[in-house]
C-alpha cells in the first residue's frame, strides 16, 4: 500500500494531530465523554494514545513492549512527550516506517478529542483535516487495513464496492466476498459498477471519517454492505 506522501507530510500531519489532540482534550476536560469512542472519557483517550505512541516508538527501536501505567503529572504533557518520542524513532527507522499509520491513527484520535469537544460527532467542516490528507487515509484504510486477513470486510456473496470522492479524483474499486478484499485504488472518471453492487461517495473528508468511523453522518446500509459503524479496525 504505497503511499503518495512524503514522510515530511506525514510527520507535519502528526503534529498536527497533536496540536488538535491537546487543544480540543483541553477544552473538553479530561472527565468529558467521547461520542467516537463509547464507554470512553477524555482522560482515557489522552492514556491510550499516549501508551499507544510509547508502544510504536518501542517497537521502532527494537526494543520490548511497553506496558501500560499510570500517566506521570500533567496528562497533557506526558502525551507531548510521547509524541516527541515516537516522531524521532520513526525518523531514525527505515524509510520512515510507520509514520503514515502513526500520522492517521493520531489524526483519528485527535478526532476523537474533538467529538468530546462538541459533545458529538464532528462534521467535515469542522475539523482540520484537508483533502490530500483524508485521500491518504482513505488509501491507507481501504489497501491496507480492510484488505488484511482478520479484516471484517466481508460479504456471503461476490460484489463490488466503489468508494469515489466527489471533490478529488481519486476512487477504489473494492472487491468484496467471503474472503478477505482486493481494492484498486484509481483517478480520474469513476468506473461503471453493477447496479446490484454499492457506491459510497462523498467529499474526502467525510469519507475518511465514516471509513475509519468517526463521521456524524454515517454510512447507510441501502449503500453498504455491513450494519452503520461496523468499523473495520481498532483505531
Known amino acids: 500500500m504505497p503511499t503518495e506522501l512524503s514522510l515530511a507530510a506525514h510527520l507535519e500531519g502528526l503534529r498536527e494531530a497533536l496540536l488538535a489532540l491537546v487543544r480540543y482534550a483541553d477544552r473538553a476536560g479530561l472527565d468529558a465523554p467521547v461520542p467516537t469512542c463509547p464507554g470512553w472519557v477524555v482522560r482515557d483517550l489522552v492514556a491510550h494514545t499516549g501508551q499507544a505512541h510509547r508502544s510504536t516508538a518501542a517497537a521502532l527501536r527494537g ?7 499510570d500517566v506521570d503529572g500533567d496528562p497533557m504533557e506526558w502525551l507531548r512527550d510521547g509524541a516527541i518520542e515516537l516522531v524521532e524513532a520513526i525518523t531514525r527507522a527505515p524509510q520512515g516506517f510507520l509514520a503514515r499509520r502513526a500520522c492517521h491513527l493520531t489524526t483519528l484520535r485527535a478526532v476523537d478529542a474533538l467529538s468530546a469537544a462538541l459533545g458529538r460527532r464532528p462534521e467535515p467542516g469542522e475539523t482540520w ?8 487515509g482513505i488509501d491507507e484504510m481501504l489497501t491496507g487495513l480492510a484488505t488484511g486477513p482478520t479484516s ?9 464496492l466503489l468508494v469515489a470522492a466527489d471533490d478529488v479524483l481519486d ?25 446490484a453492487d454499492w457506491v459510497l461517495a462523498g467529499s474526502a473528508v467525510w ?9 456524524a453522518r454515517p454510512m447507510s446500509p441501502d449503500r453498504w454492505p455491513g450494519p452503520p459503524h461496523a468499523g473495520w479496525s481498532s483505531a
Do not use: I, K, N
Open 207 to 215: 469519507l475518511y471519517l465514516a471509513l475509519w468511523d468517526r463521521a
Open 171 to 195: 476512487w477504489w474499486l473494492v472487491r468484496v466476498g467471503p474472503r478477505p478484499a482486493v481494492a484498486r485504488r484509481g483517478s480520474g472518471p469513476r468506473p461503471e459498477v453493477p447496479v
Open 152 to 160: 471484517r470486510l466481508r460479504t456471503a456473496e461476490e460484489a463490488v
Open 63 to 69: 526494543e520490548g513492549p511497553v506496558e501500560a501505567g
Open 129 to 136: 483535516v484537508g483533502p490530500d490528507l483524508a485521500v491518504d
